[in-house]
């Protein structure tokens, strides 16, 4: 079995069920303690619409957050576990151009995109 993430009607990601789960835990998490949303819809148990406008912006306040230097290092590796995904999701939707660039993680995500099935 695997987990579907669409955005606008695009499939920009099919891991197989229990990364998606993690991932979207992950998300949650994230979401809740930075007082952020992230776009994410259920649609099924195994399914995320994910609103692109929203996830925009929560990823881009990942990536600034990650890269300020006053910030705990931890904190910055924590998140680069939603951070790579996210981006190469957005890539693959067509909205790479509107996240805040930051060339480590931007060459992280072109690493990880072989190993993510859309």
């Known amino acids: 079995m695997s987990y579907i993430f669409d955005i606008d009607d695009i ?4 891991p197989a069920l229990r990364i998606g789960e993690l991932y ?3 998300v949650h998490v994230v979401e809740s303690q930075m ?3 992230s776009g994410f819809k259920d649609i099924a148990s195994d399914m995320i ?3 692109a406008n929203s996830f925009i912006g ?3 306040v990942l990536i600034t957050l990650s890269a300020t230097p006053h910030q705990n290092r931890l904190l910055s590796w924590h998140l680069r576990s939603i951070l790579g995904p ?3 999701m957005l890539q693959r939707a067509g909205y790479g151009a509107r996240l805040v660039q930051d060339d ?3 060459e992280d995500a072109r690493m990880l995109a072989a190993y993510m099935p859309q």
């Open 11 to 14: 499939t920009v990601w099919s």
């Open 24 to 26: 979207v835990g992950f």
């Open 35 to 37: 007082d952020e949303t």
């Open 49 to 51: 619409d994910i609103d």
């Open 58 to 60: 929560f990823v881009n």
């Open 86 to 88: 996210s981006i190469v």
């Open 104 to 106: 480590s993680l931007f």
